[in-house]
Antibody
Framework: QVQLVESGGGVVKPGRSLRLSCEAS????????MHWVRQAPGKGLEWVAI????????FYRDSVKGRFTISRDNSKNTMYLQMNSLRVEDSGLYYC????????WGQGTLVTVSS | EIVLTQSPATLPASPGERVTLSCRAS??????LAWYQQRPGQPPRLLIY???TRATGVPARFSGSGSGTDFTLTINSLQSEDFAVYYC?????????FGQGTRVDI
């Protein structure tokens, strides 16, 4: 079945790095743009970044520009989010979502940035 | 950045009722607005896109309307599984933005 599975979350200190992965299955991954969306505990949804089907076009929210890098490997059906210089306010559940409209979502991976 | 303001923040309701949720944008979106449902402990689920088109598998009791800056999600005959948080999202411009959510509560 169509599925997205995130991994790579964890507890890190401010200023450190993490790389999140989103593995897709059950559909033609290379035919879809993909997003990352995050949600701080008890808070609303916040769009983070999007990557085009071939990985050549990306957009980020201002607060992560220059620190986060979205990428994908279509041969591995996997999208990544490299997060550098992490801040406390980056903490939350990170979801990957399929397509511009987010018609399929993963269960999320939890990132906690704390000293 | 386009700001989406949802109202009310919390909407008390009862099963069988009809409820209307509002989403107002800080600038015109044309029709590029989507609605998502999020139940506790679950990821968001796409309900409506392009203002009024139901996503695959979404029951007909959910409907969307509006244009420009004012949009509405209507849920007819609330079912127990509809008690959740609802978010609007614009895909008119970057960055994509969500409203702060409306909780539909018993």
């Amino acid at each position: 079945q169509v599925q997205l599975v995130e991994s790579g979350g964890g507890v890190v200190k401010p200023g450190r790095s993490l790389r999140l992965s989103c593995e897709a299955s059950g559909f033609d991954f290379s035919a879809y743009a993909m997003h990352w969306v995050r949600q701080a505990p008890g808070k609303g949804l916040e769009w983070v970044a999007i990557i085009s089907i071939d990985g050549r076009n990306n957009f980020y929210r201002d607060s992560v520009k220059g620190r986060f890098t979205i990428s994908r490997d279509n041969s591995k059906n996997t999208m990544y989010l490299q997060m550098n210089s992490l801040r406390v306010e980056d903490s939350g559940l990170y979801y990957c979502a399929r397509d511009e409209l987010g018609d399929v979502w993963g269960q999320g991976t939890l990132v906690t940035v704390s000293s | 950045e386009i700001v989406l303001t949802q109202s009310p923040a919390t909407l008390p309701a009862s099963p069988g009722e009809r409820v209307t949720l509002s989403c107002r944008a800080s600038q015109s979106l044309s029709s590029t607005l989507a609605w998502y449902q999020q139940r506790p402990g679950q990821p968001p689920r796409l309900l409506i896109y392009y203002t009024s088109t139901r996503a695959t598998g979404v029951p007909a009791r959910f409907s969307g309307s509006g244009s420009g800056t004012d949009f509405t999600l209507t849920i007819n005959s609330l079912q127990s599984e509809d008690f959740a948080v609802y978010y609007c999202q614009q895909y008119h411009s970057w960055p994509r933005t969500f409203g702060q959510g409306t909780r539909v509560d018993i």
